[in-house]
């Protein structure tokens, strides 16, 4: 519990950290070694040196690569290659994206917690494309998305859902 915990909230304090003290151009990096390796972290890096990368995942022996720019697919391959080493890759699909990866999980870090806010999970959704935010309740769901919006996340960006929290 303690370790979701902190993973859960060091990302955003390091998030608040650099928005307080204006550095929000550093780049993003995996903020500590408790969620270092996570696939988030390893999509934040790669977008870092592939402009506009959104993300990859796997559809049987097809790998996805979303990119906000598609001509940079030979790059993103390159990017990922020490990640298939040992798969099969029948072949590799691209599809367009939106948003790149950097953009959804900076938006990702601003979806705050809050006893109040009803919010039970968010992802920075790389088969979407989108910040994905659940919330316990369908009548959170327009207040919810104004509060997003407010803090600067667009519109199109977001994706709510009612997931209810299931007591342990």
């Keep these: 519990m303690l ?3 902190v993973n859960h909230m060091v990302p955003r304090l390091a998030f608040a950290t650099t928005v307080c003290f204006g550095a929000m151009a550093a780049p993003l990096v995996a903020q500590d070694t408790l969620v270092a390796g996570m696939p988030d972290d390893r999509f934040a890096t790669i977008a870092q040196t592939v402009p506009g990368f959104a993300g990859w995942w796997w559809e049987g022996t097809t790998l996805i690569l979303m990119l906000v720019d598609t001509a940079q697919r030979d790059a993103a391959v390159a990017a990922i290659a020490a990640d298939m080493r040992g798969r099969y ?3 590799v699909q691209v599809r367009k994206a939106d948003f790149d990866f950097i953009q959804l999980r ?3 870090l601003l979806v ?3 006893a109040d806010s009803q ?3 968010v992802d920075a959704d790389e088969v979407r494309n989108r910040v994905v935010v659940s919330v316990a309740d369908s009548a959170y769901l327009a207040p919810t998305r104004k509060r997003l919006v ?3 996340i667009p519109t199109d960006a977001l994706v709510l859902q009612v997931m209810r929290v299931i007591p342990q």
């Design 150 to 152: 407010a803090l600067g």
């Design 112 to 114: 705050p917690f809050f």
């Design 3 to 5: 370790r979701n915990w």
């Design 89 to 91: 890759v029948r072949r």
């Design 106 to 108: 900076r938006w990702m």
């Design 119 to 121: 919010i039970t999970a």
